[in-house]
C-alpha cells in the first residue's frame, strides 16, 4: 500500500518542483542591452519571464555619475505583467545603466542590470 501511495505521489512532485524553483529573469529589453541609440528613447520597457508582482517590482535608470534620469516610478503593464516600463527625463549624449529589482507572483526576487547608450561619447 505504502509503495503504490508513493508510486502516485512522486511523480507529482516531480512536475510541480519546476514550477516552485521558476524566476522572472529578464527576456529582454527596449533599448536593447549594450545598444547604442541614434536618439534617445522616452521610457525603458523590460520584459520578463514571468508576471510581476506590482507592488513589489521596481527599476531605476541613471546616468555615468549616479544620478537618476527616470522622469517616474516604474509599473508593470496592466495588461502584460511580465513587462515593467520606466520612463524617463530627456535624455542627452552618453551612457546609461538600468537597474532592476523584480519579485515574480510566485514571490522568487530576481535583480540585475545592464547599460546602453545614446550617441556616441
Known amino acids: 500500500m505504502r509503495v503504490t501511495a508513493l508510486a ?5 512532485l516531480a512536475l510541480g518542483a519546476p514550477a516552485a524553483l ?4 529578464l527576456d529582454h529589453a527596449t533599448p536593447g542591452v549594450g545598444s547604442v541609440l541614434p536618439r534617445a528613447p522616452a521610457t525603458v520597457s523590460l520584459w520578463f519571464t514571468q508576471e510581476l508582482e ?7 535608470v ?3 555619475a549616479g544620478g537618476r534620469v527616470d522622469s517616474g516610478p516604474a509599473e508593470v503593464d496592466r495588461q502584460d505583467a511580465t513587462l515593467l516600463r520606466v520612463p524617463l527625463k530627456p535624455l542627452s549624449p552618453g551612457t546609461y545603466k538600468v537597474i532592476w529589482r523584480v519579485v515574480s507572483i510566485d514571490s522568487h526576487t530576481t535583480d540585475g542590470s545592464f547599460t ?3 550617441g556616441s561619447e
Open 8 to 12: 502516485l505521489l512522486l511523480p507529482i
Open 22 to 25: 521558476a524566476h522572472a529573469f
Open 54 to 60: 506590482p507592488a513589489f517590482s521596481t527599476a531605476e
Open 62 to 64: 541613471v546616468d555615468r
Open 116 to 118: 546602453f547608450r545614446v
